[in-house]
């Protein structure tokens, strides 16, 4: 059953597929406050989601994790490529990169509320601050990993610094890179929800906090499936882009492709 | 005559089934007899490994028997102690070597002072008699691969199977390891089975060098090896039997891996 | 002797140097009102608020029940994670009958969950707990499930070839090579774990560090909110070093741990 492939297909989709049936079969007939129909769940999800409140909310959340974790991705590791080639500045910079990346990123919230305002610019902030921490550590790790070999390889052909760095250091540190931004993108997209739970106007955060705060518990349902669909969606369209660019890892690793 | 303590009857190895198996070895038989030092060597990717697996009892053959003193192996015996080629991976990292060569007692119950006496034994017999607290990772390649050496004495086995052990060290390492088998195969009057690509190294250790054919393997010649002992790397490497039989084993292999192997591979196609 | 204490005066100069430059730059930017005094008060302020509160009641009571629901959430994550994530990966059926579960269910991100944990609980500290469980069993689960897949086979085949049993080569091969996966992953569900704890106690309002500082915040008293934060960030860092200490002592024949320290 396992050597062949639609056996595989079929082990593989079992255990969701039965997921999703206890969840509708459960729920049919419940009237409890916690637990709606999944039925009443989707319809509302069709009612409010498609497509009202994608102008509404989704896109505006979407919009401000964009930014925040391109943000947090480009400070990242531009930073991290400074103190990974500079260790007295790792140094110099470690016991704040420390304290950082230990602080609970929620709690950078208060700050950017009362410092920058509860605005799309305090939002963008947070998710930026919060999220850099993974990408830059992890660049750090990446650039001294790389093997002295390969920069005199450079050297001993010419290579000027700058070169060196793009052609030699970056992609060598991108495998690092790349589990950095993973890490970071599951903590932005944390951050992208809960700073949109308190002093909000719209978002994800918000809609699905004011639908349960109304007893519209199969609004708050349908809301809880779309932050789920979104999670899943942005981690797969990651997992794409990361098998584009790191082709060549994959291979030289041995892993298939 | 001694007594044959391994025997090998018919033994076949594919791997996969039906249309897609790939067959190993085709036809293998051979017997060790009680206190031999037997070593098989064959081209690059005949299926050595595979066949020492085999007797081995870590894989299945697909026809045919092993038998240690007449009982059928079919999972690794009490009485047989294997040797990997990659020390590195055979030795548990997590464990010094005091724990690495007792790891096998201890999973056999054995009083704990005696497993001791058995380790410092062991661990003393390949030189390494003061080094029972270091890390496998704290020492070179040559002083892991003593490990694992004493760590199948240890064990007290009847029959050493070797698998490629001095591959993947440096020549001067190998002589010494070597040179360190034929010690312990002496004081401790062990059979051993080792598998080698290394001609020189073969006709240096062995009583009897098994040659296999290319893969599909089947043995293609068996060839006792008559040199005086205790051998010696510099004059026993310097009479004339030894060039002469290295010679030989080395145009009987050359030959072997010139076959065109299509020929075989045709028919189980 | 001399020679060890002026070393570590010299590794310890320039970090020591580099946060005094970043606190005096956040001192003088508060003085000067280049960051507005009346929201980020001077950071000398917010560590003598810090020692006037450290010794009171509420504090005390704060920090601990955030440490309290991180430890809890924690266990209650390694207890269900780890065994199923060993048992999953140790079966070929097991595997494939996860594996599109756990992809499809890691990148939900558990603070979806916030409002039904509302529902249910309400400002209890089995809302946070809960919350923190959820995030911090999936890390969990998949580093134990790909530990086990990445056992050494030579290292199996070895122990078989000792006759070892099925349960032996569990105790004796196959526990310890996941041990760094496992660890891995306490890393990671731990940070996790924190963000989440904090979460529930900032957001919902759950007993904790997290839910003073909301209080201070909505008080508009920013001397004790800073402290409150900065105390949330102290316990991360201690948090962090207890983790990377225990994982030293254990995993010290680890590659990861061998050289460099």
């Not at chain 2, 034929?182 to 098994?210: C, K, M, N, P, Q």
């Not at chain 3, 920013?222 to 900065?230: E, G, I, K, N, T």
Request: with cysteine.
């Amino acid at each position: 059953m396992t050597g062949h492939p639609l056996g595989r297909l079929v082990l593989q989709a079992v255990v969701p597929i039965a997921l999703v049936a206890l969840w509708w079969i459960t729920s049919a007939n419940s009237t409890s406050l916690y637990y709606p129909p999944l039925r009443e769940a989707l319809e509302s999800l069709n009612e409010q989601w498609l497509f009202e409140q994608v102008g509404s909310d989704l896109l505006p959340s979407l919009g401000r994790f964009g930014i925040g974790y391109a943000l947090a991705g480009l400070v990242g590791v531009g930073a991290g490529l400074a103190l990974g080639l500079a260790p007295w500045l790792r140094r110099a910079t470690s016991p704040v990169v420390e304290f950082q990346r230990a602080l609970p990123p929620p709690l950078l919230l208060p700050f950017a509320f009362v410092v920058i305002g509860a605005d799309n610019t305090g939002r963008v902030f947070v998710i930026a601050l919060g999220s850099v921490w993974p990408v830059l550590l992890n660049t750090i790790d990446g650039v001294r990993g790389v093997h002295p070999e390969a920069l005199e390889m450079a050297r001993s052909f010419g290579l000027s610094p700058g070169q060196r760095v793009w052609r030699i250091v970056l992609p060598a540190a991108s495998p690092r890179i790349m589990v950095g931004l993973r890490t970071a993108l599951s903590i932005a997209i944390i951050l992208m929800v809960i700073s949109e739970m308190r002093a909000a106007s719209n978002g994800l955060g918000f809609r699905v906090l004011s639908a349960q705060r109304s007893f519209d518990t199969a609004g708050m349902f349908a809301g809880i499936i779309v932050i789920g669909f979104v999670g899943v969606v942005l981690n797969g369209l990651f997992v794409l882009a990361e098998r584009r660019i790191m082709g060549w890892y994959r291979g030289a690793q041995g892993i298939g492709v | 005559m001694a007594a044959a303590i391994l025997q090998i009857d018919n033994l076949a190895k594919a791997y996969g089934t039906g249309p897609d198996s790939s067959p190993a070895i085709a036809e293998c038989s051979l017997a060790v007899e009680r206190g031999e030092l037997v070593c098989i060597v064959g081209p690059s990717g005949c299926g050595k490994t595979t066949l020492l697996r085999c007797v081995s009892g870590l894989l299945a053959p697909t026809h045919g028997t092993v038998r240690l003193f007449d009982e059928p192996v079919v999972r690794p015996p009490r009485a047989m102690a294997l040797v990997f080629q990659d020390y590195s991976r055979s030795l548990l990292p997590w464990l010094d070597l005091h724990g690495n060569v007792t790891m096998p007692l201890r999973a056999r119950r054995v009083p704990r002072a005696e497993r001791d006496e058995l380790a410092r034994q062991a661990l003393e017999s390949v030189g390494l008699g003061a080094d029972g607290h270091k890390y496998p990772w704290q020492l070179s390649g040559g002083m892991q691969q003593r490990t694992a050496i004493a760590r199948a004495l240890a064990y007290q086995p009847e029959i050493l199977l070797m698998d490629e052990p001095f591959a993947s060290v440096d020549a001067q390492t190998r002589a010494d390891l070597e040179d360190l088998l034929l010690d312990v195969w002496s004081t401790f009057g062990i059979t051993v089975l080792l598998v080698t690509h290394d001609i020189d190294e073969a006709v240096y250790l062995a009583d009897r060098i098994v040659m296999l054919s290319a893969s599909p393997s089947v043995v293609k010649e068996m060839l006792p090896v008559d040199l005086p002992r205790p051998r010696d790397q510099i004059d026993t490497k310097a009479r004339p039997e030894f060039t002469a039989l290295r010679s030989h084993v080395f145009a009987s292999i050359k030959a072997e891996s010139q076959r065109p192997s299509g020929g075989v591979r045709g028919n189980g196609g | 002797m001399r020679v060890r204490v002026r070393d570590l005066a010299g590794r310890a100069a320039l970090p020591a140097c580099g946060l005094a430059v970043v606190l005096g730059a956040f001192e003088l930017a508060s003085r000067t009102n280049v960051l507005p005094r009346s929201s980020f008060p001077p950071v000398s302020d917010i560590f003598a608020e810090l020692l006037r509160i450290a010794g009171t009641d509420e504090y005390r009571t704060a920090l601990f029940q955030t440490v309290r629901g991180w430890a809890v959430a924690m266990g209650i994550a390694i207890l269900m994670a780890v065994p199923l994530g060993l048992l999953i990966g140790a079966t070929k059926v097991g595997y494939l009958l996860a594996r599109v579960t756990v992809d499809f269910l890691r990148p939900i991100p558990s603070v979806a969950l916030i409002p039904l944990l509302v529902l249910i609980y309400g400002t209890r500290p089995a809302l946070k707990i809960t919350l923190a469980v959820f995030g911090a069993v999936f890390p969990l689960l998949f580093q134990a499930m790909y530990g086990v897949r990445d056992v050494d086979p030579i290292a199996k085949d070895t122990a078989r070839s000792f006759g070892l049993n099925g349960l032996q080569r569990l105790r004796w091969v196959v526990l310890p090579s996941c041990l760094p996966f496992v660890i891995t992953g306490v890393r990671i569900a731990s940070s996790i774990a924190v963000i989440l704890v904090v979460t529930g106690e900032y957001i919902v309002g759950v007993e904790g560090l997290g839910r003073s500082v909301f209080l201070a915040q909505s008080g508009a008293d920013y001397d004790q909110m800073y402290a409150y934060v900065v105390t949330a960030g102290l316990l991360g860092l201690v948090l962090n070093s207890v983790l990377q200490a225990g994982e030293r002592r254990i995993l010290f024949w680890h590659a990861s741990q061998r050289n460099g320290g």
